[in-house]
């Protein structure tokens, strides 16, 4: 069965012309069913791609008026659009080998079928390819899906009662869903069930079932609900009530916000922090450091029961003796996050356990790497304590090893550190047990291999001096600036975020052309190889997160210098485990926490610990101290 991807293209399309800056922006918007009174070609005064397709010969019969459009026009649309099938064209395949493509829908007159396309073998337009996609929304059926772990336990304990009870229970549930999206219920079918035992859950008869339902849409239903809208909307109350702009209302909302700060000084979190910091967190992570979604819900769900005792204090602001900061994370490969989730006890378990142990009380918390899900693991576990996360941390990004955390590489003392797992199994590792940060590592890493190569760690609690000597300060509030620059700047994210992050773009617009990954040793490890514009070969080697980016032999950036890969429309952070063929994305370049960059350091966090004959090369960016946002709004919002 063919691939199938629908793209924001059609003959409705509008053409926005910038004639200060030179240049066309082909949609998103569209005159849609009012092409035949907007376009030019019918007398109107917006400009459509079916007026372009018309202007270039592409077609004849449509319209009445004549178009006259500047080649150069005509030209830069034809490209955008050329370059939009070729982007959905490779969003489909699964590797290079050359394809054949089926056009439908209005928009597949705007395509010279003569012209070639790269990796394409043959362009076909079936008759009455204009309206399928009408026909098919005519003839399409209504879907209900749903997704649940429950207890099945094996047919030869009870007769395969429970497991029926359960599966018929979700059965009904799914066809429920369809009838409430508008399916008649005589013609609604199961048509998938998964059923995944999920290995790592207590007791062993946890699975991930999910089930998909369709039905024949109901024409009457459907006739009835419009006529009930229409009565008390019209489309002009409505066109009232959507956004002046293209912008979408979210990133509207959550534009150019500034922080909040209680008359303590501490920097109070809200919801567009935490948005905020959830992608800068995915662009300090350098492709690794988990997956932050699930972490930014558990986020946002907090603040709701929490009332604001999500807080956020300066390094300088602790006690030199008394404060006493817990340093924790997650440990295992990134690609295990997306099917074991937390139970969200495992830091939480991992820091009792070092109270007990030093029979003192943690005052204060942040993050081991300000990197993924880790990024924003210390703000879940200061609301729940109820204690304030430092501003701060011991990478400035994500690495792979705990030995290149920055208090180990400047020879404090790796115990007493402990790791629990989602079930609450908890391992404790004292000053007699480990002699240093590498064979804590290696312990640790098997230990963690053991749980599901998933674990959270609490490492050891530094004082308010210790913060201040051995933690890289401001990374949370890096990872904010990042998010808000792109949040802010929605016309040119990438360039925002990385005049935010004072980097620079290392490859822009590439395509995804191979990637190659595996787990050894408890890493996921592999590359990724990215086509650029001018048609090199770029290749990013990772081992949990991204370490190098090479052209054949020559090493184009290296760690400690953040490698990141962002999708190329959205600016959205790729991971390693979630990067695939095909994706466009634009490589940055940002650089590392000027003590992560000394020879001491080097000799932990340099391109040599992973195995490269390449010295870093301090000159390739700019480094200055990272900024705080006490440093920039604090003073001004007390004034």
């Given at each position: 069965m063919p691939d199938v991807v629908s793209l924001p293209l059609g003959g409705g399309t509008v053409i926005h012309i910038d004639e200060d800056n030179d240049t066309i922006c082909v949609g998103p918007d569209s005159v849609g069913y009012e092409l035949h009174t907007k376009g030019l070609a019918f007398g109107g005064q917006t400009m459509t791609t079916a007026d372009i397709a018309l202007a270039a010969g592409l077609i004849t019969k449509i319209g009445h008026s004549t178009v006259e459009i500047p080649a150069s026009v005509i030209q830069k649309v034809l490209d955008h659009i050329k370059s939009t099938i070729n982007r959905g064209i490779d969003r489909m395949k699964t590797n290079q080998e050359p394809v054949p493509v089926i056009l439908c829908g209005g928009g597949s007159i705007l395509i010279d079928i003569k012209e070639s396309f790269a990796d394409v073998t043959e362009i076909i337009r079936p008759p009455h390819f204009a309206v399928c996609n009408a026909v098919g929304a005519a003839l399409c059926s209504v879907s209900g899906t749903i997704e649940s772990i429950v207890d099945l336990l094996p047919s030869s304990m009870d007769g395969g009662f429970q497991r029926k009870f359960e599966l018929d229970r979700l059965t009904q549930a799914v066809q429920q869903q369809c009838v409430q999206n508008g399916a008649r219920p005589n013609t609604i079918r199961l048509v998938d069930i998964e059923q995944v035992p999920l290995t790592y859950y207590p007791g062993g008869y946890k699975h991930r079932v999910l089930l998909n339902a369709i039905g024949e849409l109901d024409l009457m239903k459907l006739k009835e609900q419009h006529q009930e809208t229409t009565e008390h909307f019209s489309l002009t109350d409505m066109s009232q009530d959507l956004p002046k702009t293209r912008q979408s209302l979210k990133y509207a909302v959550i534009a150019n916000k500034q922080p909040r700060f209680d008359e303590d000084g501490a920097w109070i979190i809200d919801s567009t922090d935490i948005e905020y910091i959830a992608y800068g967190v995915g662009i300090l992570g350098c492709g690794g450091g988990g997956e932050s979604y699930h972490t930014k819900l558990s986020c946002l769900e907090m603040l709701k029961t929490t009332n604001g005792k999500m807080r956020v204090i300066p390094p300088a602001v602790l006690h030199p003796s008394s404060d006493l900061a817990a340093v924790i994370g997650f440990m295992g490969a990134p690609t295990v996050s997306h099917e074991q989730l937390p139970s969200g006890n495992e830091c939480l378990l991992a820091i009792d356990t070092i109270e007990k142990y030093l029979s003192k009380k943690i005052t204060a918390v942040f993050s081991a790497e300000m990197g993924g899900a880790n990024g924003l693991r210390n703000l879940l576990v200061g609301a729940v304590k109820n204690i304030p996360c430092v501003d701060c941390d011991n990478m400035g990004r994500a690495f792979p090893r705990l030995d290149q955390k920055l208090p180990f590489i400047l020879g404090q003392s790796v115990t007493p550190a402990c790791m629990c797992d989602v079930r609450g199994r908890t391992v404790l590792y004292t000053e007699e047990m480990i002699k240093d940060a590498h064979e804590l590592e290696?312990?640790?890493?098997?230990?963690?291999?053991?749980?599901?190569?998933?674990?959270?760690?609490?490492?050891?609690?530094?004082?308010?001096?210790?913060?201040?000597?051995?933690?890289?300060?401001?990374?949370?509030?890096?990872?904010?600036?990042?998010?808000?620059?792109?949040?802010?700047?929605?016309?040119?994210?990438?360039?925002?975020?990385?005049?935010?992050?004072?980097?620079?773009?290392?490859?822009?617009?590439?395509?995804?052309?191979?990637?190659?990954?595996?787990?050894?040793?408890?890493?996921?490890r592999g590359h990724v190889e990215i086509e650029t514009t001018a048609g090199k070969l770029i290749t990013i080697d990772f081992q949990n997160e991204n370490l190098v980016a090479r052209c054949g032999d020559e090493i184009l950036a290296s760690v400690p210098d953040l490698i990141t890969l962002v999708e190329q429309d959205s600016g959205e952070p790729l991971s390693t485990e979630t990067v695939k063929y095909g994706c466009r994305v634009s490589v940055l370049l940002l650089p590392a926490p000027e003590s992560m960059t000394?020879?001491?350091?080097?000799?932990?966090?340099?391109?040599?610990?992973?195995?490269?004959?390449?010295?870093?090369?301090?000159?390739?960016?700019?480094?200055?101290?990272?900024?705080?946002?006490?440093?920039?709004?604090?003073?001004?919002?007390?004034?």
């Open positions: 290696d312990v640790l890493r098997k230990e963690c291999i053991k749980m599901g190569l998933r674990g959270g760690l609490c490492m050891p609690p530094l004082t308010g001096e210790q913060v201040q000597k051995y933690s890289i300060h401001n990374s949370l509030s890096r990872a904010w600036f990042l998010g808000r620059a792109k949040f802010s700047h929605q016309r040119d994210v990438i360039r925002a975020v990385v005049r935010a992050g004072n980097g620079r773009i290392l490859i822009s617009d590439g395509k995804v052309t191979n990637v190659e990954r595996y787990t050894s040793s408890g890493f996921a000394t020879p001491q350091a080097l000799k932990y966090v340099g391109p040599a610990v992973f195995g490269y004959n390449h010295e870093f090369d301090m000159q390739l960016l700019p480094r200055s101290a990272i900024q705080s946002v006490w440093d920039v709004y604090y003073k001004k919002s007390s004034a």
